[in-house]
């Protein structure tokens, strides 16, 4: 768990961690649940978008650092279908800030041979919004660097709901029998069909949940979990997960770590 911080290596810094990386052990994807912007503001008297501004120049490091290290996928959970609950003065600051991020940093990221997908119900959102995110897949969809993944208006469950929609209108058009049906063709249906399955799930501000986040893809992911509140979250912080994750012995259901997950997914 990211509480358990090896003595000294924070005074070490990033260059400390980076080192250590073992880059034949680094986790091919990394999935991060971004938590703590409310807390983080609400602590400094300030706006809750506030806390999401702040969070927002986190996202930058940990791209980078996700880049540097070598990690092919990083999936970040920005904002759920759950999210639409909240006050509507805050999700209309958190689209407006989606647009702003965005506009602001997408060439940066094409010249840096980043590629953005999205990952959630995108037809969904306000049309502004929608627009910016379809221009920065477009932007960047020649590049071969690191695959950022942004999860927006996504739910793990809407996303199996949505699956079994797909499939059962397979199977009454005749394209595929139910006897077809098995977890490889499940995750074939879902919105990650064309990655691997996260190898890393990373949580700030300690709380100890999923939160309706890749429910299907996460069953055999190593989780990180630190009390950094999102906003503070760095590029140290990053390497020491890729770290700890290094360091585990992982054994998908086994007795040993010795091969390859049961097949549930993309890997």
Known sequence: MGKKILRGFKQAGEDFFLKKIEQNKVPRHVA?????????????????LAGHRAGAKAVREVVAAAAQA?????????????????????????MGLFEEVLQREIDALAKKNVRISVIGRLEEM???????????IKKTAGNDGLKLVIAVNYGGRTEI???????????????????QISPSLIARYLYTKDMPD?????????????????????????FWITDILWPD?????FYQALY???????????SSGAGNPPEIGSN
């Open 32 to 48: 991060v649940i971004m938590d703590g912007n409310g807390r983080w503001a609400a602590k400094r008297g300030l706006p809750r």
């Open 70 to 94: 070598g990690v092919e996928y990083l999936t970040l959970y920005t904002f759920s279908v759950e999210n639409w609950k909240r006050p509507k003065q805050e999700v209309s600051g958190l």
């Open 126 to 136: 306000p049309a502004s919004t929608r627009e910016k995110f379809q221009d920065g």
């Open 161 to 179: 709901t949505d699956a079994v929609t797909s499939i059962v209108k397979a199977v009454e058009a005749g394209h595929i029998s139910s006897d």
């Open 198 to 222: 996260p190898d890393l799930v990373i949580r700030t501000s300690g709380e100890l949940r999923v939160s309706n986040f890749l429910l299907w893809q996460i069953a055999y992911a190593e």
């Open 233 to 237: 979250f760095g590029r140290d912080d």
């Open 244 to 254: 700890e994750f290094q360091c585990r012995n992982r054994r998908f259901g086994r």
